[in-house]
């Protein structure tokens, strides 16, 4: 993905450079169009998202080295352009940590979602080493949900939904299915 990085940076690079941009008379003609300010103003907005997508989707180093490239292009315009306002340096400041924040967040929740899978996957081995498994049965939606164990002990076909409730009957001893129901 080497490619799809250097796009992820190089559209941070762009959305950070619209601040730069107004430090050189050059570019007058598009820092004075009337759109310019509502664009500068939704560059963080629009550079924290791919910020935070890239961390979310690739890694967290690439969000960090992201951020890391927002706040290295806006720190020299803000100090440049704001020597006597310290509102533009204070806005690239708390960008910058909502970002570290955010990319914090995302690894706290990539961490816990390896976890439960891992869970998952011993519950699924336990099951079928043990030769037991476990149903559930989600009453409001009708919907009922069959684990890989049970499906096995059952004969069941993994690729096929398994049964609704009103045909589970067979796999139960009549005593046991009337208690069921109740």
Known sequence: HPLVVLLILLIVAIFSTSDIMEMFPVFNPITSHPIFP???DLQNII???LIFWSAYRYSNNLGIVALTIYFALHVPYAA???TEKIEELSRVFVTTVFGLV???IIAQRRQAE???ALTNK???TAQELTR???WKWDVARGQVTWSKGLRLINGWDLQKPPPPFAEMSPFY???SWKKLNE
Do not use: M
């Open 38 to 40: 509502y664009a500068h």
């Open 80 to 82: 440049v352009e704001f």
């Open 173 to 175: 001893t009549p005593d």
């Open 47 to 49: 550079a924290l998202s």
């Open 114 to 116: 390896e976890h439960l």
């Open 122 to 124: 011993d519950l699924e």
């Open 132 to 134: 037991i498994g476990n």
């Open 102 to 104: 955010g990319i914090w």
